[in-house]
């Protein structure tokens, strides 16, 4: 498999299609900086998969589509093709060349392309995996590459070795497969939460079918009652609404009965209004003109006092002029006498800045030439300083380099007893390490075991976990349940107590007497309320005794008669009422009918103790049906009258009577209704008996939900304990082995350390040798310089002396110079402002004067206008006063017109007060039927939004069987309150059944079908999760395996390489950490011939490059790659590097091609081909192409034999030139200018020699 060609087209630079044809061998491609020579090196990258645009020096995709010059446009796409021979069939696909190609637009669309097919990234990178090519690794090698390889970042090294091993594929698996498995254990998660979710959904469904359809039955009975309600209230509101229309009627006529009186008392005050307007206006237009001459008085005694004022400021302001003028005389003459006595002191000062000045010229020419002696002294003595300082610190730096050299021999023999001690040491660690494996192999078995059996432990406590939920769900809903059906019993008592209470049902008189009665003794109670019935009868008793279950029983018959007596006085209706006491004697029917169960036996009690009830009842016979019933009374032929009575209510009597019909509901029944109270109470005491139960019941589930949970938390943490162990034998197991390995590897390295430090030791004795010598020579060059130093050091101190000297005179006279100059510069401006103020005085004196003689103008004329205006002033009272005795007269005129209407007024507003009476009741009527309206709105929209349909649709829908058997209905006639009361019995039913599930049914089966298939979907997602964790599991054995393998193989080239590239040394490669080799650190040793250093971050730029090529090339000798990158790595070497560099180069080149960017010319030479890049137009990258075989066979022999001379002479005259540096080095040379040149001449003719002397100028 081999690199074939590369086609450009839009990428970055290259904007036209452009190819490069790469044979066997190296290709060298070349050109200026930034011509755009790695931009190849980018595109090959970007092909095979680069995803990050800062690798690709851009900070987004769009950045490497070509955006234009300046001629040329931006264009809207790139692409780039790499063409492979396959003839050995590395790539897996069935073709000899392989074309894969990218292609991206400015709208972010990438695509790629397999021989013009479309893929994807990922099927491109599986197809490269086995073939080493890939745009991360080793087939790419550039200066950043070279960092990160030796950076502490030990991912790269890794990451070659993983390369190197075919190991990525198997690393990309299984980082798919844990993807895959996290992703499964996940769904696994949510599985369990959804199947325990949707089980505990079943369970809770299962009991709410029953509940569903309770809340259907009683919402139906619910929904007839409320628009039952509703229809009563609609038409009483329709009533309500007729009644006030006739009334609204009746008003309008009373409003319309005073309207003639009110019409004639509004026209005559109509007509008296003109006069009082008139007389209004009148009156008005008086106090007009009486407030007008007021403001004219006014104004004129302001304008009087404004003239005073005036007057005063004016006298004022004539004084302060006055004195303003003296003042300006008195100072002007001052500064006259001022300005003579400066002007003599300027002429003086003026003369003496012109000898200052003169004298100062000439010191300054003498203090020039003692300055420019002075410096040439210092300059000499600083060179003589600095070199005998080069001298001293020659010495000091032989003296500490003698001292270091013994440091070193000392320190290599302290460092060689102690490696021989550190291998004792380490064998014993080996030793202890292979017993603590043993130890801790036991130990993981006896964990393994433990933690298999509380598994077990922690399953089973689950499950019980789960049953006690359970139960405990179960019995929340129970109590739930019962607590409703308590609550609705209380309800229920508390109705039966009020109707007990009120007497509801009860005739009016009866109830009169009840409530009168109060605490009397004679007032034993109702009959009913007396009565007790056997079980069954109660209906066969009401139609038996009827009406006197109304009756009061009393103690005697005069108590009876008070009682009547109350009743007629209370208008009340009628009363019946039993007296009590024995009967003289018993009544009979005759004897007893088959079948027949006397009458008495039906009840008992206090109120079966009256006469009129034992007769009744003598005569009376119960039977089972009415069948039977009917039979005995047809079949009596006595002369007394037998009555019969059924267990369902008929009633049969031997002389033609039947009396039959559903009796009254048990909430208006006027019999037992102590019995049901005592019955209610019961049932309340004993269902909160079994709530209590049901509640301890719960606490105990709880509690032990609680004791299940806290051994469940238990055993979790005992588990963690147990895989925490368990993590720990696993990691004292890796760290055991880890130290094992290293201790082995320490071993290896300790014996050649040996051997290393012997060879310093003698290395070091020669060097101490020659540094003596080099000692002596240094001390008598140092003590010479000396001498010369102070000789100088003498002549500049009495140099430095003379310049001082001159310096301190010149100075001095500057300063005279500059007080001189300051003192001429403030005479003048002294003077300046003298006379300055001198003429504002004069301009100042000659205003205030004029000033003067217009104030005493204005004085006079002010005066004159005074007097005018007190003589107006005077004249304007008399009219004044007046004017205001009219104003008077008409307001008493007005007073008179205004008490004649208040009469009139005064019956008008009694009147309308009538009217508005009327108005305020029809308003309140109108009010009330808006009110009404609105009332039967609200009723219509909330009935037909609560049950969906028009109003009297779902009046007419309402079905006689939802409506409740207790409510009383006769044609069509029923109490509302009794219905109301059953509405609400309804509803709270309904609140009590809580949250329904209108849907349980329905839901109940769809659930336990997801059920179902989310408990096979569970065993599926469980079993992938086993076969994916044991896919992982043969995925590292194999990786681990093959890493170990690669690794030794690179670790021995990566010896022999970097021996062979450094001809010496000492290189290795350790695993750090041995736990996981795939995410283990791997450390670079690297320590040049003559050199030993800790870190690989001291080695200089050149050898760290030369480190990382010994890693590369010894990854390429595990696993060659097809072809290989190189962009400017040789930057950093110096030319005896770039020849060992170039010899590996060329012996790799047979079986990987090498595209090599390079500005060296050493590694020129060794290219088959050449690739020049050039920008002929600006900002558009071009190629030009040599064949170094053609050219070869383009020339005749003896010219190729007489490049090949010429090549060897220049490069002996540059080693010579090396030589002849190496020795001024030691000798007393100090500077030497060379000129070096690696260039290539074509030809040895005149015309390449003087190009090569050229190029060779430049480049010095």
């Known amino acids: 498999m081999k690199l074939k060609r590369v086609d450009l087209q839009g990428f970055k630079s290259f904007v036209d299609k452009t ?25 090959i990258r970007w092909v095979l998969g680069e995803q990050s645009a800062k690798q690709l020096r851009g900070s987004r995709m769009e950045d490497i589509i070509f955006n234009g010059s300046a001629r040329r446009k931006p264009v809207g796409l790139c692409e780039v093709a790499l063409t492979f021979t396959n003839h050995d069939r590395k790539l897996p696909i069935e073709f000899d060349e392989v074309t894969v190609k990218r292609r991206v637009t400015r709208d972010g669309i990438s695509q790629y392309f397999l021989n013009n097919a479309p893929v994807r990234l990922k099927d491109l990178r599986d197809m490269f995996f086995e073939s080493g090519v890939n745009n991360t690794t080793y087939s790419v090698i550039e200066q950043e590459k070279i960092g990160r390889v030796l950076s502490d970042n030990a991912d790269e090294v890794r990451l070659l070795i993983e390369e190197g091993a075919g190991i990525v594929r198997y690393k990309a698996r299984r980082k798919e497969a844990q993807r895959k498995l996290k992703q499964t254990e996940q769904d696994l998660l949510r599985l369990h939460d959804i199947t325990e979710e949707i089980a505990r959904e079943v369970r809770s469904l299962s009991r709410q079918v029953g509940k569903a359809r309770r809340y259907r039955r009683l919402y139906a009975e619910s929904r007839a009652l409320d628009l039952l309600l509703a229809d009563r209230a609609w038409r009483d509101m329709d009533a309500r609404e007729r009644e006030l229309r006739d009334s609204l009627q009746e008003l309008a006529l009373l409003a319309e009965a005073d309207s003639g009186e009110l019409a004639a008392l509004r026209a005559r005050i109509e007509a008296t209004r003109p006069a009082v307007d008139e007389r209004e206006a009148e009156r008005q237009g008086l106090e007009g003109s009486l407030q007008a001459y007021e403001q004219e008085l006014q104004q004129v005694e302001q304008q009087l006092l404004l003239l005073e004022h005036r007057i005063a400021a004016h006298k004022q302001r004539l004084q302060e002029n006055t004195e303003s003028v003296a003042d300006i005389c008195a100072r002007r003459e001052g500064y006259h006498e001022e300005i003579n006595g400066l002007t003599g002191r300027r002429a003086g000062t003026v003369a003496a800045v012109a000898e200052l000045v003169s004298s100062l010229a000439g010191l300054e020419e003498e203090l020039k030439l003692v300055g420019a002696g002075y410096d040439a002294d210092r300059t000499a003595l600083e060179k003589a300083a600095q070199l005998n300082i080069e001298f001293i610190e020659t010495d000091n730096r032989h003296h ?21 001690q550190e291998r004792e040491q380490l064998q014993q660690k080996r030793r202890a390490g292979e017993e603590r494996l043993a130890d ?3 130990r993981k078995e006896e964990l393994t075991g433990s933690r298999r059996d509380l598994l077990g432990v922690l399953a089973a406590a689950e499950r019980s976990l789960q049953d006690v939920q359970d139960r405990r769900s179960v019995l929340r809903d129970e109590i739930a349940l019962r607590e409703a059906r308590r609550e609705s019993l209380h309800s229920r008592q508390e109705l039966l107590k009020r109707i007990k209470d009120s007497y509801h049902g009860y005739s009016g008189a009866a109830r009169e007497v009840l409530n009168a009665s109060g605490d009397d003794p004679g007032v034993l109670g109702t009959l009913a309320d007396g009565l007790t019935v056997s079980e069954g009868w109660t209906e066969a008793v009401e139609v038996l005794l009827g009406d006197m279950l109304d009756s009061v029983v009393v103690a005697g018959s005069a108590k009876a008669l008070d009682l009547v007596d109350t009743v007629r006085a209370a208008e009340k209706g009628r009363a019946s009422f039993l007296l009590t006491g024995a009967q003289t004697g018993a009544r009979g029917a005759g004897p007893a009918p088959d079948g027949g169960r006397p009458g008495r036996e039906l009840v008992d009690g206090p109120g079966a103790d009256t006469r009129h009830l034992r007769g009744l009842l003598d005569t009376a016979w119960a039977f089972e049906t009415d069948a039977a019933a009917v039979d005995a009374a047809s079949r009596h032929d006595g002369p007394a009258v037998l009555v019969c009575v059924s267990r369902s209510g008929l009633l049969v009597t031997s002389d033609g009577l039947v009396r039959g019909g559903r009796g009254k509901g048990e909430e208006v029944s006027l019999l037992g209704r102590g019995e049901k109270l005592d019955r209610l109470e019961q049932d309340i005491r004993e269902l909160g008996e079994r709530i209590d139960g049901l509640i301890r019941d719960r606490e105990e589930a709880g509690r032990r939900e609680d004791e299940l949970k806290r051994e469940f938390a238990a055993g979790r943490e005992e588990l963690a304990g147990l895989d925490a162990r368990m993590g720990k034998v696993h990691v004292d197991e890796a760290e055991v082995r880890s130290r094992i390995d290293t201790a082995a590897q320490r071993l290896a390295a300790i014996a050649r350390d040996s051997e290393d430090i012997d060879a310093s030791l003698r290395e070091l004795a020669s060097r101490e040798e020659e540094m ?4 002596d020579e240094s001390g008598r060059r140092r003590d010479s310089s000396h001498m010369r130093v102070e000789d100088l050091r003498h002549a500049v101190t009495e140099s430095e002396g003379r310049r001082d000297a001159m310096r301190a005179e010149v100075a001095e006279r500057r300063v005279e110079l500059s007080r001189r100059q300051g003192e001429e510069r403030e005479l003048e401006t002294a003077l300046s402002h003298l006379q300055e103020s001198v003429a504002e005085m004069t301009a100042n004196e000659e205003r205030l004067r004029q000033d003067i003689a217009s104030t005493r103008e204005e004085l006079e004329r002010m005066e004159q206008e005074v007097g005018q205006r007190r003589g107006q002033l005077a004249a304007g009272m008399g009219e004044r006063d007046r004017r205001r005795l009219l104003v008077q007269a008409s307001a008493e005129a007005i007073a008179q017109l205004h ?4 009469v009139w007024h005064d019956r008008v507003k009694e009147i309308e007060d009538q009217r508005n009476s ?3 009741k029809a308003h309140t009527a109108e009010t009330e039927m808006a009110t009404l309206d609105v009332r039967r709105t609200n009723l219509v929209e909330r009935v037909e939004e609560q049950h969906k349909g028009r109003f009297r649709e779902l009046i007419r829908s309402i079905d006689p069987e939802a409506l409740p058997r207790a409510l009383e209905i006769d044609e069509g006639v029923f109490q509302p309150d009794q219905a109301r009361e059953l509405l609400e019995e309804d509803r709270r039913r309904l609140n009590a059944l809580g949250a329904v599930n209108h849907l349980a049914v329905e839901e109940y089966e769809q659930k336990k079908e997801r059920l179902g298939f989310l408990e096979g979907q569970l065993a599926d997602v469980e079993k992938a999760r086993a076969d994916l964790t044991a896919t992982i599991d043969k995925i590292n054995r194999t990786a681990r395996r093959l890493f170990h393998e690669t690794f030794e193989e690179v670790r021995r080239n990566y010896v022999a390489v970097f021996q062979t590239l450094f001809e010496g040394g000492r290189a290795d490669l350790l695993i750090e950490r041995t736990d996981d080799p795939l995410e283990s650190n791997i450390r670079i040793l690297a320590q040049p011939k003559g050199k030993r250093v800790d870190h690989i971050r001291l080695l200089s730029g050149g050898e760290r490059c030369l480190t990382a090529l010994s890693l590369l090339f010894a990854v390429y000798l595990v696993k060659p790659s097809p072809f290989c990158l190189l962009d400017e790595a040789d930057a950093p070497l110096d030319d005896a590097n770039i020849q060992r560099f170039v010899r590996m180069l060329r012996e790799f080149s047979s079986e990987t091609q090498f595209l090599v960017v390079t500005h060296n010319k050493l590694t020129m030479e060794t290219a088959n081909h050449l690739y020049g890049v050039t920008m002929m137009e600006e900002g558009v990258s071009s190629l030009v192409s040599v064949s170094f075989q053609d050219v070869a066979d383009s020339r005749s022999e ?3 034999g007489k490049a090949i001379a010429a090549r060897r002479r220049h490069i002996d005259a540059a080693e010579e030139e090396r030589a002849v540096m190496a020795a001024a080095g030691g000798g007393g040379v100090t500077e030497m200018r060379f000129v070096l040149d690696n260039s290539v001449p074509a030809a040895p003719d005149d015309d390449d020699d003087a190009g090569t002397e050229n190029r060779g100028r430049e480049a010095s």
Not at 899 to 902: D, V
């Open 400 to 420: 500490a380099e003698l001292r270091e050299l013994e440091i070193r021999r000392e320190t290599r023999r302290e460092r060689l007893a102690a490696v021989a």
């Open 918 to 920: 009327c108005r305020e």
């Open 440 to 442: 801790l192999a036991i």
């Open 772 to 775: 003596r010598g080099d000692l």
């Open 1198 to 1200: 003896d010219e190729l």
């Open 899 to 902: 008490q004649e209407t208040a």
């Open 19 to 43: 190819s490069l044809v790469f044979d066997e061998g190296i290709t060298s491609i070349l050109g200026p900086n930034g011509c755009g020579k790695s931009n190849i090196i980018d595109a």
